[in-house]
């Protein structure tokens, strides 16, 4: 009776693990352009076989708008091998933090597929103005006059930094 159930198990994990599963790819972090706007895609692709879709696209989860849906109504078929794109866009709510985003597609035979993707606001380069000796305003940097004969002590002096009041009691 044991050796009955041991290769039943036996025949059902091996026809789970020679079935192939659809795959489901979009990015895990995108840099937004200045002002928060954000474009990217995600792709789904049926793997072994074909796949109908109910529904697809992105909703925003932190700092990003609503999001957008399209409907596939079951009728939509990906074809084995074959992908479906789904393209991303909108705005970071407030462009200086950063946003996060939901993508999915319902597969209707089987599973929702679905992604978290990190929206970070654009980088800055902020000019910091540059103080010291020898400055040089084209060159935008910074000229230490450490000589090599000052000793470790004076030079660690010079780069050391305020030092920070006691929190109050």
């Known amino acids: 009776m044991k050796l009955a159930h041991l290769a039943?198990?036996?025949?059902?994990?091996?026809?789970?693990?020679?079935a192939e599963a659809h795959t489901f790819d979009a990015p895990?972090?995108?840099i937004a352009m200045p002002g928060g706007v954000f474009h990217y895609s995600w792709v789904f692709t049926a793997v072994g076989t074909a796949a109908n879709w109910g529904g697809a696209g992105w909703c925003g989860v932190i700092n990003t708008p609503p999001g957008t849906m399209e409907q596939g109504f079951c009728t939509t078929t990906v074809l084995p091998g074959g992908q479906f794109r789904y393209d991303v866009s909108g705005s970071l709510t407030n462009p200086a933090q950063a946003g996060k985003v939901m993508n999915w597609i319902d597969e209707c035979e089987n599973f929702t597929y679905w992604?978290?993707?990190?929206?970070?606001?654009?980088r800055r380069r902020i000019p910091v103005?540059?103080?010291?000796?020898?400055?040089?305003?084209?060159a935008g940097s910074v000229e230490r006059t450490a000589t090599r004969s000052a000793t470790w002590g004076s030079v660690k002096?010079?780069?050391?930094?305020?030092?920070?009041?006691?929190?109050p009691s």
Request: hydrophobic content about 45%.
């Open 115 to 122: 992604k978290y993707t990190v929206i970070m606001p654009a």
């Open 129 to 138: 103005p540059l103080t010291g000796a020898n400055q040089d305003p084209s």
């Open 8 to 18: 039943f198990i036996l025949l059902l994990l091996g026809a789970c693990s020679s």
């Open 28 to 30: 895990d972090t995108v």
């Open 157 to 167: 002096a010079r780069f050391r930094s305020p030092r920070m009041a006691p929190f």
